[in-house]
């Protein structure tokens, strides 16, 4: 989850900065190798929180 998550953000921010130029690609995997560690980190830190969040409000 966390991988698609970042993939789909980067690629998009790294789009929007530099548009689809040559070294696009270069650039999106670089931001990514950042993004998807903090990406995965927070998911696994936060998942607990967010299930017990949505279990309240669902019950």
Do not use: K
């Not at 953000?9 to 040559?22: D, E």
């Not at 999106?28 to 279990?55: D, H, K, M, Q």
Request: hydrophobic share 55%; glycine share 6%.
């Amino acid at each position: 989850m966390s991988a698609t998550m970042t993939c789909c953000v980067s690629a998009t921010v790294t789009a929007v900065n530099l548009g689809f130029s040559n070294n696009f690609v270069e650039e999106w995997l670089y931001s990514w190798g950042i993004a998807f560690p903090i990406g995965f980190a927070l998911l696994l830190l936060l998942s607990p929180v967010y299930r017990r969040v949505v279990e309240v409000i669902v019950h």
